[in-house]
């Protein structure tokens, strides 16, 4: 069983940055894959990025590409997500997950319980 915590949402303004922190817990977590989906009112959950525990592989959707960035503490069992030049179309429930896919989100196992973020014009 894995269990993951998402933190670090809040508010910001367009044009600014925030970093959100999933906190990774549970029997062979690194085994996973870790990824980032977000939600908006309306949408279906959609992928923001991925990467392995134990590589320096990552991948991005286009829509964040070169302005986000995920990242890994392997001694804290830690993933960040890094988001610069946030703007309003970014506003969702950000969260956290573990599993074997890649952008499906249902190949993913493990979900923490999301965190808003909210990108105001």
């Known amino acids: 069983q894995v269990q993951l915590v998402e933190s670090g949402g809040g508010l910001v303004q367009a044009g600014g940055s925030l970093r959100i922190s999933c906190a990774a817990s549970g029997r062979l977590v690194s085994a996973y894959a870790m990824g980032w989906f977000r939600q908006a009112p309306g949408n279906e959950r959609e992928f923001v990025a991925r990467?392995?525990?134990?590589?320096?592989?990552?991948y991005y959707a286009d829509s964040v590409k070169g302005r986000f960035t995920i990242s890994r503490d392997n001694v804290k069992n830690m993933v960040y997500l890094q988001m610069n030049s946030l703007n309003p179309e970014d506003t969702a429930v950000y969260y956290c997950?573990?599993?074997?896919?890649?952008?499906?989100?249902?190949?993913?196992?493990?979900w923490g319980q999301g965190t808003q973020v909210t990108v105001s014009s």
């Open positions: 997950a573990a599993g074997v896919g890649f952008t499906n989100p249902k190949e993913y196992l493990y």
């Open positions: 990467m392995v525990w134990n590589g320096a592989s990552t």
